[in-house]
């Protein structure tokens, strides 16, 4: 490779101690050296600081900053203003990558002519049950076709190297669990095209309990923070999308928005769900086939509690004790599931 641009390597570390070190070595032995390498402490109260000060006495690339805890939005965010490199890629402390990654991801950026490149990846805890992560099936051109733009570890910021033009006016929403979703839309919104490295290099760890994804959080607050960090995905479509390129994105997030677990019953949920399926409403008329009738069932008021009941209807089935003293409630909440069905269908064939 002949051109050798900086690349920045942002690392945000909250109470990573057990898992740092690995990962930190998987930066640092990157066959592709020319790296800037920024580690943001994000208020970790165990010995994360300590082992970032070692690696930063031994590797002139690092740059350390430590601040109090404010999330991984806010330390993503001040990487990127920090950053002087070309390209971007994000790692979470307590995964690793393969020496490889950042080599190969910019590689595939100017062999394919593109802005934005991805890998493969694993899922895994302690090398047990190892899952890899190969869910991108199909481009034309270099573009994701929107039903591609719904799988869950798309929305992910790791395993892909960015652009630093791509993010000039893209940041991660504060304070938002799930905060990586609207991120992925403000991105997807100004990169015209993406390449694949159609190898697993990136290695996710699903066993970090101090990990966002593995704290007991609120149910109520993480259906909250999604409809947030969908409605911030919105805004930043409508501002940097107009023409086709505007219609694939809104049919991408409505299919992306209708698969993913945020249905709750909580009377402040459907609010604010209401608010948000209103700013889609207007957008039918460019939705497909298939995305409208989603749509229509999301605006459908009683599906939000068929999915709801459902929930507490399958739950006694996998739990032995609930049978022996909750049959009453099971036969309820079959019923009112039947109910309710035969309710949403109703007001589908009002609405036609």
């Known amino acids: 490779m002949i051109n050798k641009p900086l690349i920045s390597v942002i ?40 082992i970032c000060q070692v690696y930063a006495e031994l590797d002139k690339r690092i740059i350390l900053i430590s601040q109090k805890n404010q999330g991984n939005s806010v330390a993503r965010n001040k990487g990127i203003e920090l950053a002087k490199g070309e390209f971007i890629t994000f790692i979470d402390a307590d995964d690793f990558i393969d020496s490889k990654l950042i080599e190969l991801l910019l590689n595939s950026c100017y062999t394919h002519n593109t802005l934005l490149s991805i890998s493969d990846g ?28 719904n799988k869950i570890y798309h929305h992910t910021p790791w395993r892909k ?32 095209n993406i390449s694949v490295v159609k190898k697993p290099l990136y290695y996710y760890r699903q066993n970090n309990q101090n990990s966002i994804t593995n704290r007991e959080i609120d149910f109520l607050r993480r259906s909250l923070d999604g409809l947030k960090s969908f409605e911030y995905g919105l805004e930043l479509i409508e501002q940097n999308t107009k023409d086709e390129k505007l219609i694939e994105m809104i049919n991408a997030l409505v299919e992306s928005y209708y698969e993913l677990p945020f249905m709750y019953g909580d009377k402040e949920w459907l609010k604010k769900q209401a608010e948000f399926l209103n700013k889609l409403k207007k957008y039918k008329p460019i939705l ?32 032995l004790h609930k049978w022996i003293i909750e049959p009453i409630a099971i036969i309820r909440y079959g019923l009112i599931s039947i109910y309710e069905y035969l309710c949403c269908k109703y007001e589908e064939l009002c609405k036609k």
């Open 11 to 50: 690392v945000p570390i909250f109470n990573a101690e057990d898992f740092l070190t690995k990962c930190l070595d998987s930066i640092i032995t990157q066959t592709y050296e020319n790296l800037e390498i920024i580690l943001i402490n994000d208020g970790s109260e165990d010995k994360s600081l300590k």
């Open 122 to 149: 694993y899922l895994y805890k302690d090398f047990k049950n190892i899952v890899e992560i190969n869910d991108i099936k199909e481009l034309t051109n270099n573009k994701l076709i929107p039903s591609n733009y």
């Open 161 to 192: 190297l960015y652009h630093r033009s791509l993010l000039t006016s893209i940041r991660f929403p504060k304070d938002l669990y799930h905060e990586d979703i609207g991120f992925w839309y403000g991105v997807m919104s100004v990169s015209p």
């Open 288 to 319: 497909n086939k298939s995305n409208k009738i989603k749509l229509n069932k999301l605006l459908c008021p009683t599906l939000i509690k068929l999915k709801k009941h459902l929930k507490r209807f399958i739950e006694p089935f996998t739990n």
